[in-house]
């Protein structure tokens, strides 16, 4: 996806290298006029050795986070090492969909021209509320009608990909979007339907702190947008949710 920015000023070798790790990032996406927002992969701007450079960067913004929450980390043993974890989780394990490429995905024709509705799921997803960083954990089924011209995928890749979507900043209405758009890209079904249900720590621990509510939209592609009687199907498969 484009970004609209302006290009840069061009830097020299020397100069980029000079820059954290972060900027140099930052540079070739801007340069490429890419758009980097929470829940975009950035993977294929980042160089080897770079992952490395950028945790001992948010570490060290995350200890002045510390620091301005007047918290000494010093003598305090709890916190001592708390912002090298935090940089290590984000960048590693809670937002590693932002900074590695999708898994590898295997996919194999349709060979015995399988056309009859297929359904994936519960799959525990986890990720994190762009506007407060507080954690989303539910879970998602899929719905697939294939074709004899569909690319067939196990059905653990379903779960890989769900995984390196939802391991970044995200809103949940477009989480599922995104996912969508990726397995209509590789599957190429004749209908694809996608519903999650999740909760949102943000309304559990802050704000109006409610332990009930939770939240479930879908996406209808092809077939089960048009077809009322297969949409019905998929949905009354589902396990109940809650």
């Avoid at 390196?164 to 995104?178: C, G, K």
């Avoid at 704000?207 to 297969?230: C, I």
Wanted: glycine content about 4%; some cysteine.
């Amino acid at each position: 996806m484009s970004h609209p920015s302006s290009a840069p000023a061009p830097l020299s070798p020397d100069e980029l290298a000079a820059l954290p790790a972060s900027e140099r990032i930052r540079y070739r996406l801007v340069s490429a006029r890419r758009r980097h927002h929470a829940n975009d992969n950035i993977a294929d701007f980042v160089q080897p050795g770079e992952l490395e450079e950028l945790k001992a960067e948010v570490a060290g913004k995350m200890a002045e986070v510390l620091r301005a929450l007047v918290i000494d980390t010093e003598s305090d043993h709890n916190t001592n090492e708390t912002a090298k974890r935090v940089a290590k989780m984000y960048v590693d394990e809670v937002f590693r969909g932002r900074f590695r490429p999708m898994p590898d995905v295997t996919e194999f024709p349709n060979v015995s021209r399988l056309n009859e509705l297929m359904i994936v799921g519960p799959i525990t997803v986890r990720s994190a509320c762009s506007h407060h960083l507080c954690p989303i954990v539910g879970k998602l089924w899929i719905g697939v009608l294939p074709n004899e011209h569909s690319n067939l995928i196990g059905l653990s890749k379903y779960a890989r990909i769900a995984d390196w979507i939802m391991s970044r900043p995200q809103i949940q209405e477009e989480a599922v979007i995104m996912l969508a758009d990726t397995l209509q890209d590789r599957v190429k079904p004749d209908g694809l339907a996608i519903v999650m249900e999740a909760d949102h720590f943000c309304m559990h621990w802050r704000g109006v702190k409610d332990n009930d509510s939770a939240m479930t939209n879908s996406v209808m592609r092809g077939a089960f947008l048009k077809d009322p009687n297969l949409r019905r199907e998929f949905l009354s498969l589902l396990p109940k949710k809650g």
